[in-house]
């Protein structure tokens, strides 16, 4: 990768615009003891769901400080980027869920799906629990 790449993967600027017209940034944190405790709070999410699922592919983590969004899923390549502020969050699990969603079903944003509703429907996955979350996702995942 080039330092050009590695610049534009890591530093996304405030021209972006999810489809729902919100803007976003973000910028991930260097690694140090704080990223890598709250790397660690997303992996043991998605280690619980291996326990599910376990041809779930590997993942990509990054911890990013984000402005507009509580995370982000790269559609279909399995890299999935979650704000800091969000780590210690108590919706962390659906959060991870939905952009799980996106990297590794390669699903849009669906209204009608209380897991992978658009942020502008105030954050439907802050409003389910951790287990329905779970549930929803395994659901989708086997339906793909």
């Not at 080039?2 to 910028?27: A, H």
């Not at 699903?107 to 629990?129: F, Q």
Request: net charge positive.
């Amino acid at each position: 990768m080039t330092r050009k790449q590695r610049r534009i993967l890591n530093k996304k600027s405030n021209g972006n615009t999810s489809k729902e017209g919100l803007k976003w940034s973000y910028k991930d944190k260097d690694m140090n003891n704080d990223t890598y405790i709250l790397r660690t709070q997303v992996m043991s999410v998605i280690y619980d769901l291996k326990q599910s699922i376990p041809n779930l592919p590997r993942v990509e983590i990054r911890i990013s400080d984000m402005v507009g969004a509580s995370g982000l899923g790269w559609f279909g390549q399995n890299v999935i980027r979650i704000s800091s502020k969000y780590c210690n969050h108590k919706s962390l699990r659906n959060i991870v869920y939905h952009e799980l969603g996106h990297a590794v079903l390669g699903l849009s944003h669906n209204e009608d799906c209380p897991l992978m509703a658009s942020g502008t429907k105030e954050l439907s996955c802050h409003s389910i629990s951790s287990g329905e979350g779970k549930r929803i996702f395994i659901k989708l995942y086997n339906n793909q």
